[in-house]
């Protein structure tokens, strides 16, 4: 179809006057290049580019004004006007721009040292549409302070109030655009991407801004790329880019394009046979049918799109309805005038309010249009609710005096308004507060479609996707996966491979650590208290182990124990009643009561094995035994020293043996030893104390509650005074049966001595439960071992051998004792 020119010569493309008046700045025809001889503003009125969007957009502005203009609840008795102005190059569109601040009743734009009382001929300017432009015109602007509304350039720059003062936008900033790819790769689980931007403003920042936001992140760029622009089909550059996107086998690529990069390039992926792929357009280019009207553009795969909210139906319909009847307006005013086609020479002296022929072109509403109306809708009405307020319409009548553009854009910045249920309001930046939809295509056949799939919000920034929309364009229609390398299993950490975070091998956590899931690239050591097996993802509390009580092992013990104290009682028992036979008194008389206290008292310290150690059971546990049985065994000990010193030292030396015995000499001897022992336990209680300890290091799973001190040197000390007794009970081996009974003494010391010995080394070796039980059943076995040999054959002679418990049987044993020594 031949585009027909939009031919006016006027002064602005479409104009009209106003109290107060509006420029609108839309690209209606391409730039037209061409090598100008002289200095030349171009003419915007190329047929053959003529770009029916820009042209939309202007009618939308026109429809809006009208609209204001027409209603009493805004602006009453106020009219707005507009200079619409087609900035199809730079040049074209600074032209523009500096028309916009031409003062009011003059033709020149005054340069002067401020602009506080600089009054242009209008108040606003709306557009332009691109990044690029939108870049001068609101640096020009910025001087003057004139509020500038675009509604199509997005680029996060333009947010930069330092540079750009006087700039707002009714589009969403790129930055928002770029939070939602950001978070529709991650909905998705896409970790390994491509990024391509288009080789202007938009496209590098966006790519820029896209990157920095994706490096922060779990998402890894395998590739960025540039697509160049004004390249066609056949540019060995673009070729080259989609060979390079051949070869990386990503299955996601973002492309954030202007319309124009975008078409060349996908020209060259149909080219190429690339299938199969997830594309991820920005807002410029997903839905525009430059890209969709592509032949064979339906085999590149699932296209998901950003796209700014839905716009209102309402306000399409009236800006439809409206439309209709400027055309049938126009077909009207054409008639009367008789010029149909138009030659030049009869369109220039139309400077309507219309191109009669451009609607033929402007007829196929779509969503693109529709959304960027939307946009021109709002900054308008922006533009009049600032303008109410300043004027003080708010009050019934507007004052109509002078309007400086910098009153105006302290307004605007500051006007909340809603429009058929869509607020309006800009944030510090000047940015509209608005979010977007997420598109995807929908081909069924060769017919074009789009679902809605979901919304991304702003403040706080939600995504929302709904999985039922979803047409995955691929072969079992699965969503597609992107990654550089499969995820581990649990408990694995990821070793990186290159200088991709997300090209990894797995490697298992080693037992003793764990993966925390906040940081899948190393293990982490568990607390003292726990431990993991290996390839956990967490730590387990380690079993604290102790002898309980309620363990069979201890039952066992604690039974030996009860048994032991019953036989100590009842030895006490015997004895208390035979005290006054032969076999109690040699056994040492009063002694004995004193020799089976100690070993009730010894045998008591058993009961402190069993149950979780304490601090005082630690305490008091090793010296209780040791000081007891040190009792026990110097009684052993004085008694043999005495009973040999009776039958062989008495004849030698008798004045010393009653030296001895007139002194208190056992009792002396007993408290010495005894006291030595104590004073031992003592020192050894002050050097290291005997406190609970836990014990990490013997097993991973478990932490061993033990007492800890050095209580070996007290019971080296036992162990030294029983070697003793066994030394005094050897040497009186040979004495009357009666009064040593020394073959058992003998018996049970070495015993009590191998036990002892075994106790010490078992000591070393053992670990928790084992350990404490070992330290009981050692005393155990010493006491009894102690009872055995020194109690019990005296006790067999008081209750089963009465004849051997009389003092003639002791006389008789004491004189064969001396004959035999006579005889030798
Ligand atoms: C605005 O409305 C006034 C009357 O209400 C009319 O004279 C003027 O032409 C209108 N302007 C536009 C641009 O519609
Ligand atoms: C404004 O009012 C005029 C006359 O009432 C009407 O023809 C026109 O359609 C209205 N325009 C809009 C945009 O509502
Ligand atoms: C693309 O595929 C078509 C048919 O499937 C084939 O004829 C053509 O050579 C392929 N082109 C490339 C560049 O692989
Ligand atoms: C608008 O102007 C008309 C006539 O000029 C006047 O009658 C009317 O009261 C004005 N309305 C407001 C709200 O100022
Ligand atoms: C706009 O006004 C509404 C209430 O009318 C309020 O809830 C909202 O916070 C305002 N927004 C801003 C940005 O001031
Ligand atoms: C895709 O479009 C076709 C018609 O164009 C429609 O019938 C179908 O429901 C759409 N698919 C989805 C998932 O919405
Ligand atoms: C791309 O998708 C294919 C098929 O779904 C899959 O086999 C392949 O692993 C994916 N490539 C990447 C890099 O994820
Ligand atoms: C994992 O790490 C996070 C942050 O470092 C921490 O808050 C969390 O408690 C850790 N989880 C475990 C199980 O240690
Ligand atoms: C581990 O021990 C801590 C404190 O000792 C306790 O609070 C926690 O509940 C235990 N955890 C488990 C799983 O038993």
């Known amino acids: 179809m031949a585009l027909p020119a939009l031919l006016c010569l006027c002064a602005a493309a479409f104009s009209t006057h106003g109290d107060y008046r509006l420029a609108g700045l839309f690209p209606m025809h391409a730039p037209a290049p061409r090598a100008a001889a002289r200095p030349l503003v171009d003419s915007c009125d190329d047929p053959a580019t003529f770009k029916s969007h820009g042209y939309s957009l202007s009618q939308a502005m026109r429809f809006t004004v009208e609209e204001i203009n027409n209603s009493s609840a805004i602006l009453p008795n106020v009219t707005l006007g507009y200079d619409i102005h087609d900035t199809c190059s730079e040049p074209a569109n600074l032209h523009a721009t500096l028309r916009a601040l031409i003062q009011k009743g003059r033709q020149e734009v005054e340069v002067l040292p401020t602009f506080l009382h600089y009054e242009p001929q209008v108040v606003a300017v709306i557009g332009p549409d691109s990044t690029q432009l939108a870049l001068t015109t609101a640096a020009v602007l910025g001087l003057f302070l004139m509020p500038e509304i675009s509604y199509e350039a997005s680029s996060e720059m333009l947010s930069l109030k330092r540079f750009y003062p006087s700039f707002l936008r009714t589009i969403p900033s790129d930055r928002q655009q770029v939070k939602a790819i950001f978070l529709l790769l991650q909905r998705f689980g896409w970790t390994w991407v491509v990024l391509l931007g288009s080789d202007n403003a938009y496209g590098r920042d966006g790519l820029e801004a896209l990157y920095k936001l994706l490096t922060k992140s779990n998402i890894c760029v395998a590739y960025r790329g540039i697509i160049p622009v004004h390249k066609d089909a056949s540019s060995p550059e673009l070729h080259n880019l989609v060979r390079i996107l051949k070869d990386i086998r990503v299955n996601v690529t973002v492309v954030f394009s202007s319309r124009r990069s975008a078409r060349s390039f996908f020209e060259v992926v149909i080219q190429k046979n690339i299938t199969g792929m997830v594309w991820v357009g920005s807002e410029d280019w997903s839905l525009a049918p430059a890209i969709w009207q592509v032949p064979g553009i339906q085999s590149i795969g699932s296209v998901i799109g950003m796209s700014i909210e839905k716009t209102e139906p309402t306000m399409l319909e009236r800006f439809q309805s409206w439309k209709i009847a400027q055309r049938s307006a126009a077909a009207e005013h054409a008639g009367s005038t008789g010029a149909g086609g138009g030659t030049r020479g009869d369109t220039q002296l139309d400077c309507t309010q219309s191109c009669t022929s451009c609607h033929l072109s402007a007829a196929v509403p779509n969503m693109y249009d529709a959304q960027a109306s939307f946009n021109v809708y709002s900054a308008v009405y922006a533009v009049a609710h600032g303008l109410h307020d300043l004027l003080g319409c708010a009050s019934g009548a507007c004052s109509k005096g002078k309007v400086y553009p910098w009153q105006l854009l302290q307004k605007i910045k ?285 097993w991973a799973g478990r932490v061993v509650l033990e007492c800890g001190g050095a209580g070996r040197a007290a019971s080296a000390y036992t162990a030294l005074l029983s070697a003793g007794c066994f030394a005094l009970s050897y040497a009186g081996k040979d004495l009357p049966a009666g009064y040593n009974e020394a073959k058992c003494l003998t018996c049970s010391l070495l015993l009590q001595l191998a036990c002892s010995a075994a106790a010490l080394c078992t000591q070393g070796a053992l670990r928790g439960r084992a350990r404490e039980a070992a330290g009981a059943l050692g005393a155990l076995s010493a006491l009894g071992a102690a009872l055995g040999g020194y109690f019990l054959p005296r006790a067999f002679v008081i209750l089963l051998r009465p004849h051997r418990n009389t003092p003639q049987h002791f006389q008789m044993a004491i004189q064969s004792y001396t004959r035999r020594l006579g005889s030798a």
């Open 414 to 698: 500051e006007v909340n308004f809603t429009l058929y249920k869509s607020h309006i309001s800009f944030d510090t930046n000047g940015d509209i507060q608005k979010g977007y939809d997420i598109i995807m295509w929908n081909w069924s056949g060769l017919s074009w479609a789009f679902n809605v799939i979901g919304t991304f919000s702003v403040n706080p920034d939600r995504l929302n996707i709904d999985e039922s929309k979803i047409l995955w364009h691929t072969k079992d229609q699965q969503a597609p996966t992107s990654l550089c390398s499969e995820a581990c299993q649990p408990g694995e950490k990821r070793l990186q491979r290159n200088r991709h975070r997300c090209c990894f091998s797995c490697v298992a956590c080693p037992a003793g650590t764990f993966l925390n899931r906040s940081d899948l690239y190393s293990c982490q050591s568990c607390r003292v208290d726990e431990w993991a097996p290996a390839r956990s993802e967490a730590c387990f509390n380690r079993t604290v182990e102790f002898l309980s009580w309620s363990e069979p092992l201890s039952w066992a013990l604690l039974t030996l124990a009860v048994l032991l104290m019953l036989l100590i009682a009842g030895l006490t028992l015997l004895f208390a009643l035979n005290a006054s036979t032969p076999v109690v008194k040699s056994a040492g008389g009063k002694m004995c009561f004193l020799m089976l206290g100690s070993l009730a008292c010894a045998c008591s310290s058993l009961f402190f094995y069993f149950g979780e150690p304490t601090w005082h059971t630690c305490l008091l546990r090793l010296p209780v035994f040791n000081i007891s049985f040190t009792i026990f065994l110097s009684c052993i000990a004085t008694r043999s020293f005495q009973i040999i010193c009776i039958f062989k030292l008495n004849a030698r030396w008798p004045a010393l043996y009653e030296a001895w015995l007139r002194r208190g000499g056992p009792v002396l001897c007993i408290a010495a030893s005894t006291a030595a022992q104590a004073g031992l336990c003592l020192a050894l209680e002050a050097a290291s104390p005997s406190v609970p300890r836990r014990d990490y290091g013997a």
